[in-house]
């Protein structure tokens, strides 16, 4: 019996090694959890959570990060698709971003759901950034989720962002 424990112990050991590394955050309105590792940083910003990894050093002057955003869409008049609903934030995105360049579009099946994923470029202040974004709909309620890093830093922080964005619970 002891040897059965002290197996289960070494078995959960790195779920609960995991789950102390990593905080959870619930946003108080929409209702989604995200999990992220303890060195992040936490900003609400109304319907928006941004998760922003540590500068690596004093000369480092932005932080990676990923962003969460739940838009209510119920008071729309009719329905609105995932598809429309992107191309609506491809064409924001080309009007407000220097040099937007989309790289990659794909439709996916992602934690479950119907998901539209995209990679794009584009300048800000002077610097090139690269974005990954993850859109899907819950009931009436749209999730994009979106990595952003210099271009230069954007695949050594990929599989950590991704990382965290796979963390999502949403409440339907």
């Not at 946003?27 to 999990?35: E, G, I, K, Q």
């Not at 429309?84 to 971003?97: C, M, P, T």
């Not at 992602?110 to 998901?115: N, P, S, Y």
């Amino acid at each position: 019996m002891q040897r059965i424990g002290l197996l289960l112990l070494l078995a959960l050991s790195p779920a609960m090694a995991l789950a102390a590394e990593h905080k959870t955050y619930t946003h108080p309105t929409f209702l989604y959890a995200v999990d992220y590792p303890v060195s992040w940083k936490v900003r609400e910003m109304g319907k928006a959570a941004t998760f922003s990894a540590p500068l690596e050093s004093k000369d480092d002057r932005f932080a990676e990060n990923v962003q969460v955003v739940a838009e209510d869409l119920s008071d729309l008049p009719g329905e609105l698709s995932l598809f429309d609903y992107h191309r609506k934030g491809v064409e924001n995105a080309g009007k407000f971003l220097t040099d937007f360049k989309p790289l990659e579009e794909a439709r996916t099946d992602w934690l479950g759901r119907e998901t539209l994923v995209m990679l794009y470029s584009a300048t800000v202040r002077g610097e090139r950034f690269r974005f990954k974004d993850y859109k899907f709909f819950v009931g009436k309620t749209a999730y994009v989720l979106t990595f952003t890093a210099r271009e230069a830093d954007f695949d050594a922080f990929l599989p950590q962002a991704e990382g965290v964005m796979r963390t999502i619970r949403v409440s339907p």
